[in-house]
């Protein structure tokens, strides 16, 4: 609750209600106030178990028992003067969400594609046979798109699958009925990681969270682990 400047007759109270309360969120309560500062004017509420001191607590109410951490190693490191190196890469990364994707069992799962980009990752899919390449739930891509006969018969089941791939912009506060998620890249911080892991085994429900990094990058998912009490497995 405030009282307006120059109007003493009127309070007024604001309730501002976010999955993730960031500085944004803050900066804009501090306009809508008029406040130099948010903790002279507003109030965080939380979870209780977000406000406990433990630390095991807290990651617990973050990302729940019932999710798996696991990854990926991409083999053969990238030659730095390889002809085409950026296409040559992509290749890679793909080739990699491929073989993840054979060792699932299929059911719907989501991939955020770091810098290799949407577009690469969804053609990949579509042109080696699979058929519900999504999206946003909003916008579903057209699954008709350079199809290949041979490798959709070798597929299965994943060709009738959702698969979404989706900007790590986009990710935070999606929730969409997956079962895995597959983060290309080592995600640039834990709390990075929290949001992106997070779309999966909501609401009580199981889930995995599967890494796919070259190996240069094996530092900072093991400093992400320590930061969050995570075991990974392969």
Known sequence: RFTRPNSPSRNVQVVAVSATVGRSLRRQMMRILQTSTIDGAARLITLRSRNGKSAETRRASLLPD???????????????????????HHERICAAVLSVLQGLEPSPLLIFP????????????????FKQIRGLPTTHSDPTDTLNTEATQSIGDWETTPIYVIKERLGRGL????SAVLIVGVPSSPSAYIHLAGRTARSSASGTAITIFEPRDAKKLVSIAKTLGLKYQR
């Open 66 to 88: 019932t999710l798996k951490h696991s990854y990926h190693i991409l083999d053969s490191p990238m030659a730095e003067n390889a002809p085409n190196n950026k296409n040559h």
């Open 114 to 129: 770091g810098r290799v980009g949407v577009e690469s990752v969804q053609s990949y899919l579509r042109d080696v046979g």
């Open 175 to 178: 929730d969409l009925p997956v």
